[in-house]
T-cell receptor, first 113, second 112 residues
Framework: DAGVTQSPTHLIKTRGQHVTLRCSPI?????VSWYQQVLGQGPQFIFQ???????GRGNFPDRFSARQFPNYSSELNVNALLLGDSALYLC????????????FGNGTRLTVT | QKEVEQDPGPLSVPEGAIVSLNCTYS??????FMWYRQYSRKGPELLMY????GNKEDGRFTAQVDKSSKYISLFIRDSQPSDSATYLC????????????FGGGTRLMVKP
């Protein structure tokens, strides 16, 4: 079975631009979460979506937004990119809203210049 | 002070050694405890998942949770060079959905 898939794998953007990252969860999983991992640190929670509704939001500015589609795939959007947004963006899926383990994709590495 | 503390290492051990990795935390509401392994340029891979206190064993891996001390451990027996990676602890509370709080990770190097 395919795991969590993310696209693109790498991305280079300029300050002020907009970026869209995509995620397909494991088949049958209805919850998708997004995390940001800065080099040398642990991942930080950005959003959780379950059954197409936002169920959690981390301490990130409004420049970050996300949505989940009827097929449970998800997009993370970041507007007005800053140099500090350079990081590995990880998507994780699980079968339920809570109480089940999260399975991560290999991430999208975003570089902002 | 961070909610979850983890020694960044690097921790260097010879092949075949028993490895002990640890995390401490401050939030007594944490009930779910996880260990992930992350290779360079890859996403975290789930190794162990436990609820509340106690021990759990899976092959060469043993996870321990001591909620009274707010301390969790991962033991790796018969360590192999392929175990060389960064190990992340993560935890969440009952009402937090899939919002995990991670430690900063410990880099492990197993030398042949």
């Amino acid at each position: 079975d395919a795991g969590v898939t993310q696209s693109p794998t790498h991305l280079i953007k300029t300050r002020g631009q907009h970026v869209t990252l995509r995620c397909s969860p494991i088949s049958g999983h209805k919850s998708v979460s997004w995390y940001q991992q800065v080099l040398g640190q642990g991942p930080q929670f950005i959003f959780q979506y379950y059954e197409k509704e936002e169920r959690g939001r981390g301490n990130f500015p409004d420049r970050f937004s996300a949505r989940q589609f009827p097929n449970y795939s998800s997009e993370l959007n970041v507007n007005a990119l800053l140099l500090g947004d350079s990081a590995l963006y990880l998507c994780a899926s699980s079968s339920t809203w809570a109480g089940e383990p999260l399975h991560f994709g290999n991430g999208t590495r975003l570089t902002v210049t | 002070q961070k909610e979850v503390e983890q020694d960044p290492g690097p921790l260097s051990v010879p092949e075949g050694a028993i490895v002990s990795l640890n995390c401490t935390y401050s939030n007594s509401a944490f009930q779910y405890f996880m260990w992930y392994r992350q290779y360079s340029r890859k996403g975290p891979e789930l190794l162990m998942y436990t609820y509340s206190s106690g021990n759990k064993e899976d092959g060469r891996f043993t996870a321990q949770v001591d909620k009274s001390s707010k301390y969790i451990s991962l033991f790796i027996r018969d360590s192999q060079p392929s175990d060389s990676a960064t190990y992340l602890c993560a935890m969440s509370s009952n009402n937090a959905g899939n919002m995990l709080t991670f430690g900063g990770g410990t880099r492990l190097m197993v030398k042949p």
